[in-house]
């Protein structure tokens, strides 16, 4: 028992002294999890797509037409940049980029008011992005219904009897509560799930960077290699286990607490709570670091390889596209990544204040993956990373041996 | 046989003998591509998982209950008794959105007393909730014009109720994608972004070895001292594959999947052809200032990773800080989806894109005031860790 904690503690402090001298690890583990945030709150900071430029072509040119323009121009998704005299015009308007919506007014829109007809009016969008088309639309559905609410009261004003129900009020006032993201905003809403995707991406990147640099250079290991004392593996990945998880308290804290606080994102859970959430998660991470010890042999190449799998990793969280539109094989490969459930059960509590026992599931997920990625993780430690580094280390002592 | 060939043919040899080549080149891009493409196959995630909470019980909420299941974007998985009890459902991920039909709506409604009808979408996951918005604003506005027009009609105003209700109509048109097909988006621009982050990191990563290895000294040696021969010869068979998996990813997007191309198919070849060469030379360029493998992919990760959220696929450029939005227009993925915009989507006149070309011609010249300095590099090599 008294080995197994000595080992434990030389496993430590190797990996500690490690991780300290390894530039490339130090960026993975602290540069990494404080920056990304910021970078990426950053660029989504804005928040809601306001005032997407719009060009009007009005063939009625009359006081109802000029209002309808007023009004579109005042809601908060649009903003008119002026008048074309045809639809080529607005047309060029669009292609040169200046504009990415065209309201078209016929002619006759007026008097079809005052004739008790339906007034149509069209808008073209430009479909790049479907924010933008979101501000649009939105401005557009907000404007005709407000738009059309006066001009049904005025005309309600002529029947006496139904005045008082239709006129004094809405018939059925209809109301939408966002819920958790309470503003719709864009970075409020992808930068909690983003969070957990970069703590992942950190821990596995450099729990794999490290074996990386032990295959190189066996002294950094974490155990005595040829040593006539066979030492235990299971204190060895304990000693190692414990530098990371120390490691990531002060990142986990920041990026749990400090980001959603600095940029105002919704914080609706209870943050003892989230911490107890991010243990096994981080605990698999590192577990599914170890497992990638074993197809990293050079240090760099992690990066040719690892890099792009946050891409996939975001589709599969559930973040971009939800869950429920993930089936088959996507469904199972998702399901074993620490990150989708940790998306999963952070944005909720975060964002939507859920309990650690209303994300039950996602918790108890995470367990199970901690237990087979640590497990799978002894496996390649035991038969093919510790192998590795024995044979690194028999060859250095060779060269030394020859020198000398 | 030239000083060329002979550097051709040793890194032909350099890629086929390391598998990690194969795999940054073929297996993941490939991976990627089939993962985004089946992902958004169905163009829409139809069938949001939804709960109805009818406090009333009569046959008026009852019918709008059943309008609401059939509608086709959301699945009624629920039928909580109280708003607390649907709240939870949220919190616990079953539910994405619910919608309330309060207590005595029938009568309320029909006496005038302007029941209020309330739906709740989960925010915390955009899409899903952007479209159970619509389709319970949709269902809730049924119910209200049903009802207003036999109000009216029984009040004895016989003209068209619609245009009584709904006096100004605004049809929005969406050019290009009528139907908010969400792979037109994310496919389009992911994918090449991707490839721009592969091109970029595989570029940095195969320089970064000669110099590792001491082999760039025999690199220039073969080149004759010449840098220019050497790198092109060095990255010419690179080009070519990324060639042939451009054009594939082309014809696979626009052609199998379907995704729109309304312009003509040689500008968006061209765009292609010119993005590989753009990634190549803005991987030339990040290893030519920092000739340090590590350091050289550390940044091309960086920038590789950032660009899926810098290059505005989803959040526009004239949203963003002015500071952040400049930075939009360093990385050459920018310009294929903006030529994808123009030449596929939209297909207007070679004309207004004009500009996106050059920026990929200035992407390929960028490295060459740094050459002398990788030249120094590739002549003294150290590596340091």
């Not at chain 2, 621009?189 to 982050?197: I, N, R």
């Not at chain 2, 626009?254 to 198919?265: A, E, I, L, R, T």
Request: proline share 5%; with cysteine; aromatic share 12%.
């Amino acid at each position: 028992m008294k080995k197994f904690f000595r080992q434990y503690y030389h496993a430590l402090i190797q990996e500690f002294r490690l991780v300290k001298g390894d530039p490339g690890v130090l960026i993975f583990l602290i540069l990494l999890p404080l920056a990304y945030p910021l970078v990426y709150s950053l660029i989504y900071n804005p928040e809601l797509v306001r005032d997407v430029q719009l060009v009007v072509v009005d063939n009625d040119r009359t006081p109802m037409s000029r209002e309808l323009v007023r009004r579109i121009d005042a809601a908060q998704g649009a903003w008119v940049i002026g008048y074309a005299a045809n639809l080529g015009e607005a047309k060029r308007a669009m292609n040169e980029h200046d504009a990415y919506g065209i309201l078209e007014i016929p002619e006759g829109f007026e008097r079809r008011v005052g004739l008790n007809e339906q007034a149509q009016a069209v808008m073209y969008c430009e479909m790049s992005l479907l924010l933008r088309y979101r501000g649009l639309l939105v401005s557009a559905t907000d404007v005709m219904q407000d738009f059309g609410a006066t001009i049904t009261t005025r005309r309600i004003d002529h029947i006496a009897p139904l005045a008082e129900t239709i006129s004094s009020g809405d018939l059925m006032p209809v109301n939408n509560i966002q819920m958790g993201n309470i503003e719709g905003g864009f970075d409020s809403f992808v930068m909690p799930g983003i969070l957990m995707l970069i703590l992942q991406q950190s821990l596995l990147l450099a729990v794999s960077m490290c074996g990386g640099a032990k295959r190189q250079d066996p002294r950094k290991a974490s155990f005595t290699p040829l040593s006539a004392e066979r030492s235990s593996l299971i204190a060895t990945m304990g000693g190692q286990t414990t530098v990371y998880l120390i490691m990531m308290i002060v990142p986990v804290i920041y990026i749990v607490h400090y980001v959603p606080l600095i940029f105002r994102f919704p914080m609706a859970g209870d943050t003892l709570q989230e911490f107890l959430f991010i243990v096994p998660f981080v605990l698999s991470s590192v577990g599914l670091g170890f497992v990638l010890q074993g197809i990293v042999r050079e240090r760099e190449s992690i990066f040719v390889i690892w890099v792009v799998t946050s891409v996939v990793f975001l589709f599969l969280s559930g973040l971009t596209w939800p869950r429920y539109a993930i089936t088959g094989f996507w469904r199972v490969l998702a399901d074993a990544v620490p990150g989708t459930w940790g998306v999963e059960g952070f944005i909720r509590m975060n964002t939507n204040g859920a309990s650690l026992a209303q994300v039950s599931v996602e918790y108890r997920n995470l367990w199970i993956l901690a237990t087979i990625y640590l497990t799978a993780g002894y496996l390649v430690q035991r038969f093919v990373q510790r192998p590795d580094i024995e044979a690194a280390a028999r060859r250095l002592e060779n060269d030394s041996a020859t020198k000398s | 046989m030239s000083a060329f060939w002979q550097i051709f043919r040793r890194s032909v040899l350099q890629l086929a003998r390391r598998p990690i080549y194969w795999v940054g080149i073929f297996l993941l891009p490939l991976f990627c591509f089939l993962l985004l493409a089946d992902l958004m196959s169905d163009g829409l995630p139809v069938k949001a998982p939804a709960a109805i909470i009818d406090n009333d019980g009569s046959p008026l909420s009852r019918q709008v209950s059943q309008q609401l299941a059939g509608m086709q974007m959301v699945d009624v998985v629920a039928t909580p008794h109280s708003f607390t009890q649907a709240r939870h459902l949220m919190q616990e991920g079953k539910i994405y959105g619910y919608f309330l039909i309060p207590e005595n709506f029938e009568a309320n409604l029909l006496s005038g007393r302007a029941p209020e009808i309330t739906f709740y979408t989960n925010m915390t996951y955009y899409v899903p909730a952007s479209l159970l918005y619509k389709t319970f604003k949709t269902t809730a506005l049924y119910t209200k014009a049903g009802v207003a027009s036999d109000v009216i009609s029984s009040a004895g105003f016989t003209e068209n109720p619609t245009a009584m209700l709904m006096p100004i109509n605004i049809n929005v048109r969406g050019l290009g994608n009528p139907g908010l097909n969400y792979a037109y988006y994310l496919c389009v621009s992911f994918m090449p972004c991707v490839l721009q982050l592969m091109i970029v990191l595989i570029t940095c990563f195969s320089l970064g070895q000669e110099v590792k290895y001491g082999s760039s000294k025999r690199l220039m040696q073969l080149a004759g001292g010449s840098i220019v021969r050497a790198v092109s010869a060095k990255l010419m068979p690179q080009t070519l594959i990324w060639w042939v998996i451009a054009l594939f990813l082309e014809s696979w997007m626009f052609g199998w999947q379907g995704y729109p191309m309304h312009g003509s198919w040689w500008w968006m070849t061209l765009s292609e052809l010119m993005f590989v060469l753009a990634c190549q030379g803005f991987g030339l360029l990040i290893y030519s200032a920092l000739p340090n493998l590590r350091l050289s992919l550390s940044v091309g990760a960086l920038v590789g990773i950032l660009s899926f959220s810098i290059a505005a696929f989803s959040f526009p450029v004239q949203s963003m800080y002015g500071a952040i939005a400049i930075t939009s227009y360093i990385v050459p993925t920018r310009y294929n989806f903006l030529i994808y915009i123009d030449q596929a989507l939209n297909g207007i006149d070679i004309y207004y894109s004009r500009w996106w070309y050059v920026a990929y011609i200035i992407f390929m010249v960028a490295p060459l005031p740094l050459l002398p300095r990788l030249r120094k590099a590739m002549l003294n090599p150290v590596y340091v860790p």
